[in-house]
């Protein structure tokens, strides 16, 4: 009889990790990118976006999204592939061949290895560049060509201290019945209302030219209410622009090298201490792939054969996920307010892995055949 060559067996099943990976990644990622993406729909629907900046605005999304959901795939589709090669008998078969259990977990271990180096790209260099560029065309569009997408009776904020509401808006671009009201300069708040106003775009930013209205200001002396009624004024809405174009990057916008030695005026004060923490994370979280992957061979491959269908050892892994992204999410929150216990992001994804490996690899859990006791009776 011809048995099998290791590296068929491999192939064999590599392919099918390949393939569930691949498929329950992109299923995964879809649905979460369909989650985020209603966030922008208004955009497109309400205020005439175009769908190709809609797509490109929630596409940047995408690398975040795939990093965030690799190891929990990858933890998914090792369990479902050796779960289902258990109950078919194959790696009972593959025992009797002498196999080790090494040598059955070789393939899902490469699969786990593999993930850990994509998550390493995806969390150094992909995931900081898109998020950045998602960031800034998300602000580009809330804070620059929000005055382009003005709804009528609604309160668009165009930036962080001005707010516009417009009774109604012709297809030309005519307001009527506009309100701004202006705090960028808090000693000298205003709250303009006019008859008329039009929308003109030019190279330093929106500017909106108001027509038959008044402007009332509070005296920060008298405390007394000044009215000053005109026939035509500008508002330069560029300041606004401008005041907020240095805006505070988040810590996962920055570089590894940005978060070790922080760009001064980018960051805010507050969020210092969390750039350790996000390092921390970038390293540690893609480790979390091959760590779960080891949790899963060790709830298929660890144990005595058994004929009936085991459903307590893979609850106990899944729990075991469970726990660990848990433990990771307390530790980051623990770490940003104390730098002493950043150990805890490592023990908290490495952990699991170690104790999975232990138990499918410790001597005493060499693969052997099943035992007599397991065989069915000869003569009945």
């Known amino acids: 009889m011809r048995f099998p060559h290791p590296q068929t067996l491999d192939r064999y099943i590599t392919r099918q990790l390949l393939w569930g990976l691949l498929a329950s990644t992109v299923g995964l990622v879809a649905l979460m990118w369909l989650v985020q993406a209603l966030r922008f729909v208004e955009l497109v629907v309400d205020r005439g976006l175009s ?18 959901v690799l190891p929990v795939t990858s933890f998914a589709v090792v369990q479902m592939v050796y779960q289902r090669m258990a ?5 009972t078969v593959m025992r009797g061949l002498g196999l080790s259990a090494f040598a059955i ?58 707010t516009v509401f417009v009774r109604r808006r012709d297809a030309d671009g005519t307001l009527h019945g506009v309100l701004v009201d202006d705090e960028r300069n808090p000693a000298a708040a205003a709250t303009i209302f006019a008859a008329h106003g039009d929308i003109a775009s030019t190279a330093s930013g929106p500017r909106v030219l108001l027509e038959n209205g008044t402007r009332q200001q509070i005296d920060q002396k008298t405390g007394r209410l000044d009215v000053l009624s005109f ?8 300041n606004n622009a401008k005041a907020d174009s240095t805006r505070q990057r988040d810590p996962d916008e ?49 144990g005595a054969f058994t004929r009936r269908t085991d459903y307590l050892r893979p609850t106990l892994a899944i729990l075991t996920v469970v ?23 490592w023990l908290a994804t490495i952990g699991p892995g170690v104790i999975a ?3 499918l690899f410790a001597p005493h859990r060499a693969a052997t055949p099943p035992t007599a006791s397991a065989q069915p009776a000869e003569g009945v």
């Open 51 to 68: 769908l190709w900046v809609f797509l490109n605005l929630t596409g940047l999304l995408i690398p975040q999204l795939v990093a965030f």
């Open 87 to 91: 109950g078919d008998r194959e790696i």
């Open 105 to 162: 977990a070789r393939p899902a271990l490469g699969l786990g290895a593999g993930c850990l180096l994509l998550g390493l790209v995806l969390n150094n260099w992909l995931v900081p560049v898109s998020y950045s560029k998602f960031r800034e065309e998300q602000f580009e569009i809330r804070n620059r060509m929000a005055a382009f997408l003005l709804q009528d009776g609604v309160f668009t904020e165009m930036g962080n201290n001005v």
């Open 231 to 238: 026939a035509q004024d500008m508002i330069d809405m560029s």
């Open 254 to 302: 920055l570089s590894m090298a940005e978060l070790l030695k922080p760009p001064l005026g980018n960051v805010a004060t507050q969020n210092l201490p969390k750039l350790l923490v996000e390092a921390n994370r970038r390293l540690a979280s893609p480790i979390s792939s091959l760590s779960f992957t080891l949790v899963a061979l060790a709830s298929v491959l660890s």
């Open 323 to 345: 726990g660990a992204l848990v433990l990771q999410l307390a530790a980051q929150n623990l770490a940003g307010r104390n730098a002493n216990l950043l150990g805890l992001i």
């Open 357 to 359: 490996a232990v138990i």
